[in-house]
């Protein structure tokens, strides 16, 4: 079952934040966040091992709460560069094989 | 080359006819991957390979599909008796290992 993510869309003015939520019904080994443009290959962000570990790339953060099952990404201070769509992925048994939830779809404008 | 190749980028095909999608990985990388991603969602994992051998084929969706990497380099996804419901976009990842994914650009998949 591939995890839920929220919200679907947002929309922001360059510079403000934001928060991408995904969520699993299963006990996860990791959790791995890709960026996806129009028409491009997505893009790895950063991967979050179950401990609750907080990692970071350029301004854009993520933590996971294996407990609760849930991984956040945040988009501090968004740039254009930023627009997107999110995805994340689900690892149950650390065998590198992701589930891959819905998408958020980003977009910064000016 | 440097990244994930995969050909063709486009394959339009009638009903009931037989396809083929290459992918070439990163040399080196040993995990090899097919998803599969319809419009407006989230890649479908269908197989993914260790080496020459299928470590998990369990995404397949029926006995259409059927994917080989008979060296362990270069992998060629094969679908039977195309249906409609069969377009998407087919991607193709290769790893080192546990960790990031490199995505190839796709092979759109159109069936008539």
């Known amino acids: 079952q591939q995890p839920v993510q929220s919200p679907q869309a947002v929309i922001l003015r360059e510079g403000e934040d934001a928060v991408i939520n995904c969520s699993s019904s299963?006990?996860?080994?990791?959790v791995h966040w890709y960026r996806q443009k129009h028409g491009e290959a997505p893009v790895f962000l950063m991967i979050?091992?179950?401990?609750?570990e907080q990692k970071g790339h350029e301004k854009i953060s993520a933590s996971f709460n294996e407990k609760k099952q849930q991984s956040s990404l945040y988009l501090t201070a968004s740039q254009l560069s930023y627009s997107g769509t999110y995805f994340c992925?689900?690892?149950?048994?650390?065998?590198?094989?992701?589930?891959f939830g819905g998408g958020t779809r980003v977009l910064v404008k000016p | 080359g440097a990244g994930v190749s995969q050909t063709p980028s486009n394959k339009v095909t009638e009903k009931g006819k037989y396809v083929e999608l290459r992918c070439d990985p990163i040399?080196?990388?040993?995990?090899l991957y097919w998803y599969r991603q319809s419009l407006g969602q989230g890649p479908e994992f269908l197989i993914y390979?260790?080496?020459?051998?299928?470590?998990?084929d369990s995404g397949l969706p029926n006995d259409r599909f059927f994917a080989v990497r008979p060296e362990g380099s270069v992998s060629t996804l094969k679908i039977q008796r195309t249906e409609r419901g069969d377009s998407a976009v087919y991607l193709c990842?290769?790893?080192?290992?546990?960790?990031?994914?490199?995505f190839g650009e796709g092979s759109r998949l159109t069936v008539l």
């Open positions: 990842a290769s790893s080192s290992g546990f960790g990031e994914l490199f």
């Open positions: 299963k006990a996860l080994y990791s």
């Open positions: 979050l091992l179950k401990g609750g």
């Open positions: 992925g689900t690892d149950e048994a650390a065998g590198n094989k992701l589930t």
């Open positions: 040399s080196g990388h040993t995990a």
């Open positions: 390979f260790q080496g020459t051998g299928a470590a998990d």
